[in-house]
Each structure stands twice: as structure tokens, then as C-alpha cells.
């Protein structure tokens, strides 16, 4: 199970940092999925082997996802934040195309007006 850490209460315009820690290395991908109450889980950004990466459309110029092998680590950076974005985020790893998701906990990230 991956440990994820950041996120906390910020006014609309500002930035948070999310972080996830995988306990191997060599992952497939990682990345982070979000959900906000009443709504189903979305996928928000994930990051690959060769480091490519995906963005929901909705995060597209304001968040970026990036990884750190030697701590078998991804950051998102999520600039720009709206109120919209108010969710529980959580991160996923995966060490295979067709392995399973293993979950984060989940981390508040809130943005007030």
C-alpha cells in the first residue's frame, strides 16, 4: 500500500504538493485519483514507466506529476488551485500493465474562495 502524504486547506489561486511512496521500485505507474462527495472517483494525473504521463482535462497547465525512482516516489504539483478541485485525493500504484491498483489512504486537499 502506497503512503501518501501532503495536501490540507488552501484559498483558491494557491498551491499544495501531494506525495506518494511506493514500497518497491520499478512501478508501472502511479498516480493519483480523486473524489469529491457525491461524485464518483476521476482520474486526475498518472505517470508511466517511460514517464509519460496523463492529466485529466480539467487539471491540464495547472497540475504536474513527476517521479523520483530513487525513492520509489511521485509528486503532483497542483498550482492554481480552484474550489472544484476540493476532493480526497488518492494515490494508486501498479507494477503491471494487467497488475492490480494498490491505494493510498486518501488525503483532504480543500480550496476555499
Known amino acids: 500500500q502506497p503512503v501518501e502524504s501532503g495536501g490540507g486547506l488552501v484559498q483558491a489561486g494557491g498551491s499544495l504538493k501531494l506525495s506518494c511512496a511506493a514500497s518497491?521500485?520499478?512501478?508501472?505507474?502511479m498516480g493519483w485519483y480523486r473524489q469529491a462527495p457525491g461524485n464518483q472517483r476521476e482520474m486526475v494525473a498518472e505517470?508511466?514507466?517511460?514517464?509519460?504521463?496523463r492529466y485529466a482535462d480539467s487539471v491540464k497547465g495547472r497540475f504536474t506529476i513527476s517521479r523520483d525512482n530513487a525513492k520509489n516516489s511521485a509528486v503532483l504539483q497542483m498550482d492554481s488551485l480552484k474550489p472544484e478541485d476540493t476532493a480526497v485525493y488518492y494515490c494508486?500504484?501498479?507494477?503491471?500493465?494487467?497488475?492490480?491498483?494498490?491505494w493510498g489512504q486518501g488525503t483532504q486537499v480543500t480550496v476555499s474562495p
Open positions: 494508486y500504484v501498479k507494477w503491471g500493465a494487467f497488475g492490480r491498483a494498490y
Open positions: 518497491r521500485s520499478a512501478f508501472y505507474s
Open positions: 505517470i508511466f514507466g517511460g514517464r509519460a504521463t
